[in-house]
């Protein structure tokens, strides 16, 4: 008999946790009539930004959309440089070259997969209007390295947020939460994210009064009033519903945060039990930080046989990210070549993302645990 399928998440026993509240909160938009920023969007924006304690949060169309405003409110055009990893997904560069820029590209730390402080230093020049730092697979870069020396250069700081709501950093101090540490924080809501609507949507976050008008502008073509433009704008809203679906997703954040860590003590104990450690490394957490676990991304040798073996048995682990940026046939005209990012491309190589969602059981984790070990033990991939 074929074992069960055990997919890389699992939306459906999340959906039957919070059914009949959203339900009725899809009901009540449905009701009202009033379909794209309306009421809905506006509390959803007062309550997360309360939740991040900024000043301001405006929604829009995707993750994708968020990055590319924040560019547009900042200004950043041709001849600016902005610097960001080579190990993200597909967004996080594409919305520099669609408003002209030049990106840079600084590498990551092999034990976090984040960019490195070290190297964004290393890459500032003149021509640096900008450094976006991806809080990679939901854990926070250590963005005070290098703030201060980005603000002097008079350079701004974009914080991708897409895969980290909720994650936290100790700085100083102080718990401070991804998205309120940059001028400006970029969200996804796509369903797979730790907070994802049903379907598409994404959100800025800032403390600046002028970049909050202006991206407000921004999302709806560039007009302050009804049809007078200021400037060209997108149109990039979000829709009363998916907000309404996502405030009351937001109520239940953290409880589904904190499952994700359980799920990460559970591998971490089932690992070190079976003595894995001579083959695969588990995600690292940075002094300080409050890891969310969007991904579990493990490092480990002999990955797509690994990858292979593990889906032959009924298990999906995903590849995050097969190819480095700086290597995209899009990029080609950037001239970069193969071996300028080695950890990056190092990674692409070792990586493996395990299952990961909140209502994971420990049984599964198990069955996972328990197939990786037998294709270590038995030196499957010597005479595969
Ligand atoms: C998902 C994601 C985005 C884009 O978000 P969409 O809502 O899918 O447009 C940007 N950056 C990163 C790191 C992401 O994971």
Not at 250 to 268: A, G, I, P
Not at 278 to 283: G, L, N
Not at 316 to 323: G, I, K
Request: with cysteine.
């Amino acid at each position: 008999m074929a074992d069960p399928v055990l997919p890389s998440f699992d939306l459906s026993r999340n959906w039957k946790r919070v059914r009949k509240e959203t339900l009725e909160a899809i009901v009540k938009v449905l009701d009202s009539q009033h379909f794209i920023l309306g009421p809905e969007v506006d509390a959803l924006e007062k309550d997360i930004a309360s939740y991040l304690r900024v000043s301001h949060a405006a929604g829009c169309a995707s993750g994708t959309d968020a990055l590319l405003l924040a560019l547009m409110a900042l200004g950043v055009g041709p001849g600016d440089e902005v610097i960001t990893t080579p190990y993200s997904f597909f967004a996080t560069v594409s919305c520099i070259t669609r408003v002209g820029a030049t990106p840079v590209f600084a590498d990551v730390d092999p034990d976090t997969y984040n960019i490195s402080p070290i190297n964004i230093l290393d890459k500032l020049t003149a021509k640096t209007k900008a450094v976006i730092p991806v809080h990679l697979f939901g854990q926070m870069v250590q963005v005070e390295e290098f703030s201060e020396a980005i603000s002097r250069r008079g350079a701004f700081l974009v914080e991708d947020c897409a895969q980290a709501i909720g994650a936290t950093r100790v700085i100083n101090g102080r718990v401070e939460r991804a998205g309120a540490l940059g001028d400006i924080g970029c969200f996804s809501f796509f369903p797979t994210k730790n907070l994802g609507g049903f379907g598409d949507g994404g959100l800025i976050s800032t403390n600046s009064d002028a970049l909050s008008v202006r991206i407000r502008s921004l999302r709806v073509h560039g007009s302050g009033k009804q049809y007078f433009h200021d400037e060209v704008g997108l149109n990039s809203r979000l829709d009363e519903i998916q907000a309404a679906i996502l405030r009351v997703r937001l109520r239940h954040l953290e409880t589904w945060n904190e499952e994700r860590r359980l799920v990460d003590e559970r591998y971490r104990t089932l690992f070190a039990e079976m003595n894995l450690g001579e083959w695969i490394t588990p995600p690292a957490e940075a002094e300080g930080n409050r890891h969310v676990f969007h991904q579990y991304v493990i490092r480990c040798s002999h990955r797509d046989k690994l990858k292979t073996w593990l889906a032959e048995r009924g298990i999906t682990a995903r590849v995050y990210y097969p190819l480095s940026l700086h290597l995209q046939p899009c990029f080609s005209f950037l001239g970069y070549k193969e071996g300028e990012f080695p950890v990056s491309e190092s990674l692409s190589q070792k990586t493996l993302a395990l299952p990961i969602f909140p209502e994971l059981l420990p049984e599964e984790q198990e069955r996972v645990a328990a197939a990786i070990l037998e294709f270590y033990k038995n030196g499957i991939f010597d005479h595969s």
